[in-house]
């Protein structure tokens, strides 16, 4: 990989040049038993952006919790991962990457332990958010390390490898842990299985990971920190509140208006700051700016998997978590082989070919599902539509890391590992909220249309909705008589809902098919040497 396109100096304090503390501490040998120790600490972040996909129907039915509920809970965690993880790279390669790193378990299972004793929707997103902070402090030190850890670019990429397919695996592996879980506990044991896995974790980190620093480092750019996370948070909040209020409401316009001015005041003085968080220069050459984008628009259409399709699955077709682990177990069998596989492919052909044919994969997965999903759906050819796209998930996660890790000097890993990381969970965080604004507006417009047809007065619509939407569409014994509307009308709103669904994949799937076609187009064939 070539840095020298780079025009002008590196930042203060992070020149090729300067000295690094190179995994202090290691010793012959010991780069295995750190990979394992860095990739079970990697496994408990990344398991948490899926694993509370098959709760969600529980959740709602326990707590009374509404579908805006439901997108906070899920929000709520990648939204701070994503606001916080490029200034906790910075911490990182300042104070010690390990250190960081195990700071960030302990925040982890301080919340996981707050989630599995919520006793409203509120605590539970509260616990999430913390969740999601102790991740951004410790995930980027998982990927940052590796860089030195293992020099030589084939290594390195070997190693990538191994890293994509963990995360790849707690990705997949999310719904069916969590649906078996459910399946013999219930959903708070989710969260006693987070805190018993990270304290695992962070006792095998603590003895066999390396510390590895810069020892030039500046200081940590606290303005670009709030301006960022404040661009995304009300970003998110403007979208999210827009379900219900409509993009025409004063506080939504408010929203929008404070998220774009807060994103250009964020390039702005990340453009002029001597140590900035995230350093833009990077962006002039596709091998940074190509990763990033296929990154984001990954995650966005994996939610549309992992929340919509499982929340439809568990309240339109009324599966089970057990049922749903079987669904998507093709899929993350798949996606882990994937992942492995990609990891030398990269490294002989370079990222452009594998990004592409990851995307080409996973849109086709989407537009499948999308096409025999329904109330019944077909159980064999769900399963095979989702595999397809956990093919194509794993195979895009590992030449999207080692790219953007590649194009950038060894200074600057930290960065690079936590700006891939945040347009990821920028993508998670931004695909729950857009496509659920999508589902609901769906939702409303089609519902109305159903009631006018069934002769139902609208002001019932509301009333249907929120029914739904928290779980409760059991009738009372006290309306047994009029059972049968009641369940045409329940019947309608699952038909708007599917409209809704079939919206989000189609989107989904777009977006993913312009990313590939982004990396085929501007993307060098340039394998590891």
């Avoid at 316009?253 to 990340?270: D, M, N, S, T, V």
């Avoid at 052909?349 to 990851?358: D, E, K, N, S």
């Avoid at 397809?388 to 080692?402: D, E, F, H, K, Q």
């Avoid at 589902?439 to 007065?457: H, I, K, T, W």
Wanted: aromatic content about 8%.
């Amino acid at each position: 990989m070539q840095f020298g396109k780079l025009t002008g100096p590196l930042p203060a304090g992070r020149r090729a040049g300067s000295a690094t503390v190179e995994a202090a501490g290691a010793r012959p040998g010991a780069s295995s038993l750190a990979l394992a120790a860095l990739c079970t600490l990697l496994f408990l972040t990344f398991l948490d952006n899926t694993v509370v996909s098959v709760a969600l129907g529980a959740i709602q039915t326990d707590l009374h919790a509404g579908v805006t509920d439901l997108q906070w809970v899920v929000g709520a965690y990648a939204l701070t991962f994503a606001s916080i993880m490029l200034a906790c790279g910075m911490i990182g390669d300042e104070l010690g990457r390990k250190a960081v790193m195990l700071t960030g378990a302990g925040v982890f299972c301080a919340g996981s332990v707050l989630c599995a004793l919520a006793p409203n929707p509120q605590v539970l997103i509260a616990g999430r958010a913390v969740m999601g902070l102790g991740a951004a402090a410790s995930e980027p030190g998982t990927l940052s390390v590796l860089r030195h850890i293992y020099v030589g670019e084939r290594a390195r990429a070997r190693a990538v490898g191994v890293w994509a397919a963990v995360s790849g695996m707690a990705l997949a592996l999310g719904p069916v842990i969590g649906g078996a879980i459910i399946g013999v506990w219930s959903w708070r044991g989710i969260f006693w299985f987070n805190l018993a896995f990270g304290l695992a974790a962070l006792v095998i980190a603590t003895v066999v990971v390396p510390e590895s620093a810069d020892p030039t480092a500046a200081r940590v750019d606290a303005a670009g920190t709030l301006l960022g996370a404040g661009a995304l948070a009300t970003f998110v909040f403007a979208i999210i509140d827009a379900e219900a209020a409509g993009f025409a409401a004063p506080v939504v316009i408010a929203l929008l208006c404070a998220a774009a001015a807060l994103a250009a005041a964020f390039c702005l003085w990340e453009r002029r700051a001597p140590n900035p968080l995230l350093d833009l220069r990077y962006f002039r050459t596709p091998q940074f700016t190509v990763p990033n984008i296929a990154a984001f628009c990954v995650y966005f259409a994996t939610f549309a998997i992992f929340f919509f399709t499982a929340l439809y699955l568990v309240e339109v077709v009324g599966d089970s978590g057990y049922t749903i682990a079987l669904v998507f177990l093709p899929m993350t069998v798949l996606m882990i082989l994937a992942s492995l596989l990609t990891g030398n492919w990269t490294g002989a052909v370079g990222p452009r070919w594998p990004i592409t044919t990851g995307c080409l994969l996973f849109g086709a997965g989407l537009l499948i599902t999308n096409a025999i999903i329904s109330p019944h759906p077909p159980y064999a050819g769900l399963a095979l539509s989702l595999a397809l796209a956990g093919i194509g998930i794993g195979i895009t996660v590992t030449p999207v890391t080692s790219a953007a890790l590649g194009a950038v000097p060894p200074q600057r890993s930290g960065m690079a590992a936590s700006s891939v990381n945040t347009s990821r969970e920028m993508g998670a965080v931004t695909g729950v909220a857009i496509l659920g604004a999508l589902v609901s507006s769906r939702l409303n417009a089609d519902l109305g249309g159903e009631l006018q047809r069934l002769g139902v007065p609208l002001f019932y619509k509301s009333v249907i909705i929120q029914a739904i939407e928290t779980g409760q569409t059991q009738v009372p014994a006290a309306y047994a008589a009029y059972k049968k509307i009641i369940d045409e009308l329940f019947g309608a709103a699952d038909g708007a809902f599917g409209s809704g669904l079939h919206a989000a994949l189609y989107l989904a799937a777009g977006l993913v098919l312009l990313a590939g076609a982004l990396a085929a187009a501007t993307l060098r064939d340039e394998p590891d040497r």
